[in-house]
């Protein structure tokens, strides 16, 4: 019984840390989440690739999303370069080390588990109690020696759900919301600071780009110890 009510614990707190949290580079409408990026064929030169995600999502990952997903749509299409030509994306996304769509939330949803967990394997801080406590049911003894205060486990917040408040020239902050219109170029001719070469951004931003994780994905084995 235990188990199970500390295993809906953990799924209730990963649903709320993933609601909050910023957007990975995904596919939106994948694993039940619409937020994520899509990429639609206008015609054989011309496509549009948008990106939407949480409000905690951060512009520079959308800038490194959007470039990243036109480059893969140009290498699909055997296109050598691409060439933003409605909308903006910062280039400069294509320098330096930062890591886009490292969600460091998953691991405060972790931490906030561990405690009921560490309880529950507890060895220390025994407490004695009565002997009509013991017979009762409300004491046990562990390993032949004094009676042990059983814990209830806490009780798991109860669905409440939202309230929405009216006011009058009150509208809340859109989600980030971005699209971009490629075109695709067979050749590294009229080059300018809106055209980039597909295999240049797919070398630089590909190593730097978290993806999230299928939720269908085989957990990894661990390697056997050495004996």
């Known amino acids: 019984m235990?188990?199970?009510?500390?295993?809906?614990?953990?799924?209730?707190?990963?649903?709320?840390?993933?609601?909050?949290?910023?957007?990975?580079?995904?596919?939106?409408?994948?694993?039940?989440?619409?937020?994520?990026?899509?990429?639609?064929?206008?015609?054989?030169q011309l496509y549009r690739v948008r990106f939407q995600g949480t409000g905690r999502?951060?512009?520079?990952?959308?800038?490194?999303?959007?470039?990243?997903?036109?480059?893969?749509?140009?290498?699909?299409?055997?296109?050598?370069?691409?060439?933003?030509?409605?909308?903006?994306v910062d280039a400069s996304v294509l320098e330096g080390e930062d890591v886009y769509g490292h969600r460091e939330l998953d691991l405060d949803a972790a931490v906030a588990v561990s405690p009921a967990l560490r309880q529950q394997h507890r060895q220390g801080d025994i407490v004695v109690g009565r002997?009509?406590?013991?017979?009762?049911?409300?004491?046990?003894?562990?390993?032949?020696a004094m009676p042990v205060f059983r814990m209830p486990p806490p009780a798991l917040p109860k669905y409440q759900p939202p309230v929405y408040i009216?006011?009058?020239?009150?509208?809340?902050?859109?989600?980030?919301?971005?699209?971009?219109?490629?075109?695709l170029r067979p050749d590294l001719r009229s080059m300018d600071d809106k055209t980039f070469v597909t295999a240049d951004v797919l070398d630089k931003l590909g190593p730097r780009i978290q993806r999230a994780a299928r939720k269908d994905a085989a957990p990894k084995t661990p390697p056997p110890k050495p004996s």
């Open 131 to 144: 002997a009509e406590d013991v017979s009762s049911g409300a004491m046990h003894r562990t390993a032949g």
């Open 2 to 44: 235990r188990t199970r009510q500390l295993a809906l614990a953990l799924a209730l707190t990963t649903t709320l840390f993933g609601c909050v949290s910023p957007t990975p580079y995904r596919a939106a409408d994948t694993d039940g989440v619409r937020f994520g990026y899509t990429s639609t064929k206008l015609t054989d």
């Open 57 to 88: 999502t951060p512009v520079r990952w959308i800038d490194a999303f959007l470039l990243y997903r036109a480059a893969e749509v140009a290498k699909e299409a055997d296109a050598t370069a691409f060439k933003v030509v409605e909308g903006n």
């Open 166 to 183: 009216y006011t009058p020239g009150y509208a809340p902050a859109p989600l980030p919301d971005r699209t971009i219109l490629v075109e």
